[in-house]
């Protein structure tokens, strides 16, 4: 790999991705996505991960898709590209995404960063679309996701200005969980991983399955999903440890079966 670096065990049953083209803002590449893309199918089928978090450096998360290699290209050349489709594949991850965004999170890194689960930023965290101010718009969900969380107005304002919004207002429009200082962010995005890594990776699996049907479908589908999700939770292991734990007062231990 040459533009991402992985560590497995940063944590017990956390996996960290670090997106590592500093020099360039860690503007998204092909090559950079199809590295991710890669370690993320292979992450999700890792039974040694449950959670796994997606960060950049304290001075950018991702500046946006690289707007060098696609200078000079067509419309064909998009079309065949295979840049876009791992954007989908990052949202399909079985497992709970953390983004941990520090500096920039702009275009392709602000979709990247909401196909994320959850977003734990730092005081320096700046969200944008500006691709408007480069002669384009948003390609890879910068008009939906960020439309479904934020509402249409501030998403018309962000995508037609470029204008880049600071943490305490992404926190306010809701794209984010919460901000902390710079020094403490990873720490903060390993603790809430470790967290979440703790519980039985099949229900983890499943409720982030449920909760992002409810996105999809009509609250009555939503609903029914939601309930065969959690039956489906019966037939577990862990269900058993983890209410027999529960009864017992001691720790969970789930397996994951
Ligand atoms: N693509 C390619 N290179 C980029 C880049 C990008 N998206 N963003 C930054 N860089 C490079 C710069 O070209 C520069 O390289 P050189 O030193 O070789 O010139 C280096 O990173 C440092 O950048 P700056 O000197 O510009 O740093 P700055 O602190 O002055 O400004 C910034 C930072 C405001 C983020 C500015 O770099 C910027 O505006 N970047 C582009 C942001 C952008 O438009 N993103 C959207 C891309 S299109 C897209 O993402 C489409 C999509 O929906 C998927």
Same mark, same amino acid.
């Given at each position: 790999?040459?533009?991402?670096?992985? #560590?497995?065990?940063h944590?017990?049953?956390?996996a960290?991705? +670090?997106l590592?083209?500093?020099k +360039?803002?860690?503007?998204?590449?092909?090559?950079?996505?199809s590295e991710?893309? +890669?370690?993320l199918?292979?992450?999700?089928?890792?039974?040694e $991960?449950?959670?796994?978090?997606?960060?950049?450096?304290?001075k950018?998360?991702a500046?946006g898709?690289?707007?060098? %290699?696609m200078?000079g290209?067509? #419309?064909?050349?998009?079309?065949q590209? !295979?840049?876009?489709?791992?954007w989908?594949?990052?949202?399909k991850t079985s497992?709970? #995404?953390?983004?941990?965004?520090?500096?920039?999170?702009?275009? *392709?890194g602000?979709?990247?960063?909401? =196909?994320?689960?959850?977003?734990?930023a =730092?005081?320096?965290? %700046? /969200?944008?679309?500006? +691709?408007?101010?480069?002669?384009?718009? @948003?390609?890879?969900?910068?008009?939906?996701r960020?439309?479904?969380?934020v *509402?249409?107005?501030?998403?018309?304002e962000? $995508?037609?200005?470029?204008?880049f919004?600071?943490?305490e !207002?992404?926190?306010?429009?809701?794209?984010?969980?919460?901000?902390?200082?710079?020094?403490?962010?990873m %720490?903060?995005a390993?603790k809430?991983?470790?967290?979440?890594?703790?519980? =039985?990776?099949?229900?983890? %699996?499943l409720?982030k399955?449920s909760?992002?049907r409810?996105?999809?479908v009509s609250?009555?589908e939503?609903?029914y999903?939601e309930r065969?999700n959690?039956y489906?939770?019966?037939? =577990?292991?862990?269900?058993? !440890?983890?209410?027999?734990?529960f009864?017992?007062?001691?720790? @969970?231990? /789930?397996? *994951?079966?």
């Amino acid at each position: 790999m040459d533009f991402i670096k992985v #560590t497995k065990d940063h944590a017990p049953y956390v996996a960290l991705i +670090e997106l590592n083209r500093p020099k +360039e803002l860690n503007a998204l590449n092909i090559q950079l996505m199809s590295e991710l893309g +890669e370690t993320l199918k292979a992450l999700d089928t890792d039974d040694e $991960v449950r959670v796994i978090i997606l960060t950049g450096n304290e001075k950018a998360f991702a500046a946006g898709a690289d707007i060098r %290699q696609m200078a000079g290209k067509g #419309t064909i050349d998009m079309l065949q590209g !295979e840049l876009f489709g791992i954007w989908t594949q990052i949202s399909k991850t079985s497992k709970p #995404t953390i983004a941990a965004v520090s500096g920039f999170a702009l275009g *392709g890194g602000c979709e990247l960063a909401m =196909s994320c689960d959850m977003i734990i930023a =730092s005081e320096s965290a %700046q /969200f944008g679309q500006p +691709e408007i101010k480069i002669g384009v718009m @948003p390609g890879a969900g910068g008009t939906q996701r960020l439309t479904r969380a934020v *509402g249409k107005a501030k998403a018309m304002e962000m $995508v037609l200005t470029g204008k880049f919004i600071d943490a305490e !207002e992404a926190l306010r429009y809701r794209i984010i969980n919460r901000i902390v200082p710079v020094e403490v962010y990873m %720490q903060e995005a390993t603790k809430l991983a470790s967290e979440i890594a703790a519980m =039985s990776p099949l229900a983890t %699996q499943l409720a982030k399955e449920s909760v992002n049907r409810a996105f999809e479908v009509s609250l009555e589908e939503g609903l029914y999903f939601e309930r065969k999700n959690y039956y489906m939770l019966y037939s =577990s292991e862990d269900q058993k !440890e983890g209410m027999n734990a529960f009864l017992e007062k001691r720790k @969970p231990d /789930f397996k *994951g079966k």
